[in-house]
């Protein structure tokens, strides 16, 4: 799945279980009950369960589990096991492919919630992989959506996600046509000779490296799901063309992409695929070559640049809060062992939890008993021509109060690759 220049454009109950992080209030109110527990108050018609899959992810490496953001994620499952990235109406039947606007359930979505719930200890209330086996091709590739034909980015993070729940992706079940998600990994591989040799490419490059395809093709061939650690080393592998084409094992091809990615950061320690700071690029080209370990500088001065600019960092092109981006900034940090409360003086994790959308809530004060009313009483007759005078009936105020506010989520416990579409999504 790409977050950049590609696009297609056990269900728990109970509060939020929180570890050693600091706790946030949410503060975005929904007026939609589909939507509480998701992150990101931006549209999420083509993003959501992407971004709440790594959202949560990150919560995970922090320690924290959060129940409001993993029920979300379950609800969102179709009856068939997959995942569309929203659904805002949950009555409704899950959307059907469609091969013009590249909508529907699709591999990317329903990979990352398998990883992301796995992580966090959820099992949904459908088997998911079958409906990823329905998305392989007979080149062992998966396709973004039924039809689409098999790419680089939705096959790693099938792998991915098959490695994270340990279906080993090169056995005979995982198997189309003689091919694995790691043989159509490697078929992507620009080998010696090419214009960009140890580097990954897409149906779009021309034979070119791809810097988007590399990145996410490593984290597949290197078999790591999130959340990992790594001790990156200072070695930077090239593949050896002194003799022509070679055949490195998966991994090692891995190693060689992360080392041409790294020939690809740019000023103080970004990457890009325009003119700008691409920061969740940055950060995802980060987790490639932390799950080789290799590019110790590479790593180090990219994840210096990151906290330099942690404020535009988790911030989407629309200077809002980014889920998606927090998500992969907070995994990058964690993997290199720094803090994900405090990266470049933010805590990611709160910044990612005030993002999740609740629901107001009306609150109204106990019911008041009423004294009893007292009884008229008539003071004897005097001789006078005045009129006998009485005492008013006394009684007590009732009290109703109400006010809506929103449900603090703490109180109790505390594309997109899509196949030649190009939209930008975080």
């Known amino acids: 799945m790409r977050f950049h220049h590609y696009a297609g454009a056990l269900v728990l109950a109970g509060a939020a279980v929180l570890g050693p992080a600091t706790t946030a209030s949410a503060t975005v109110v929904t007026h939609n009950s589909a939507d509480a527990g998701l992150f990101g108050a931006s549209d999420p018609t083509y993003d959501g369960a992407f971004r709440q899959s790594l959202g949560i992810l990150a919560e995970v490496a922090a320690g924290v589990h959060d129940t409001a953001a ?35 359930e699709d591999s990317n979505s329903t990979a990352l919630a398998i990883e992301a719930l796995h992580a966090a ?61 790691i043989d159509a990994l490697m078929s992507s591989w620009l080998n010696c000779g090419s214009a960009d040799p140890g580097a990954f490419s897409s149906p779009y490059s021309s034979g070119h490296g791809d810097l988007v395809a ?27 063309c002194s003799g022509g084409p070679i055949t490195p094992t998966a991994a090692d091809a891995g190693r060689y992409a992360a080392t041409w990615i790294a020939s690809k950061v740019q000023g103080g320690g970004y990457l890009t695929t325009g003119s700008s700071p691409d920061y969740s690029l940055t950060a995802q080209g980060v987790l490639a070559m932390e799950s080789t370990d290799t590019s110790k500088s ?3 001065t990219m994840l210096g640049y990151l906290a330099t600019n942690a404020g ?37 994790v709160a910044l990612l939890q005030s993002t999740r959308r609740t629901l107001p809530v009306t609150v109204t004060a106990p019911h008041t008993t009423k004294r009893p009313v007292a009884k008229p009483v008539t003071r004897p007759a005097v001789a006078s021509r005045k009129s006998v005078a009485t005492l008013p009936a006394t009684g007590a105020q009732h009290l109703d109060v109400q006010a809506g506010v929103a449900v603090d989520a703490f109180v109790v416990g505390g594309l997109l690759l899509a196949i030649g579409r190009r939209r930008r999504r975080a």
Do not use: M
Request: charged residues 10%; contains cysteine; glycine residues 12%.
């Open 70 to 104: 993993t029920r979300w994620l379950v609800k969102q499952q179709c009856p068939d096991g997959g995942w569309a990235p929203y659904r805002s109406d949950l009555s409704k039947p899950c959307p059907a492919t469609n091969l013009s606007t590249f909508t529907g």
């Open 121 to 181: 200890g959820v099992t949904p209330a459908h088997d998911p992989l079958p409906f990823l086996h329905s998305l392989q091709g007979s080149d062992g590739g998966f396709s973004y959506i039924a039809g689409s034909g098999s790419d680089p980015n939705s096959t790693a993070v099938v792998v991915q996600a098959l490695d994270a729940v340990g279906a080993d992706p090169t056995s005979s079940t995982w198997t189309s046509g003689g091919h694995t998600g």
């Open 312 to 348: 535009q960092a988790v911030l989407d092109p629309h200077g809002t809060l980014s889920p998606g981006s927090i998500g992969y900034l907070a995994l990058a940090a964690h993997a290199d062992g720094l803090s994900v409360t405090s990266f470049g003086g933010k805590n990611l």
């Open 298 to 300: 590479a790593v180090d």
């Open 214 to 240: 590399a990145v996410q093709a490593v984290w597949g061939v290197e078999g790591k799901a999130f959340p990992f650690t790594a001790s990156p080393v200072a070695t930077q592998p090239a593949p050896d």
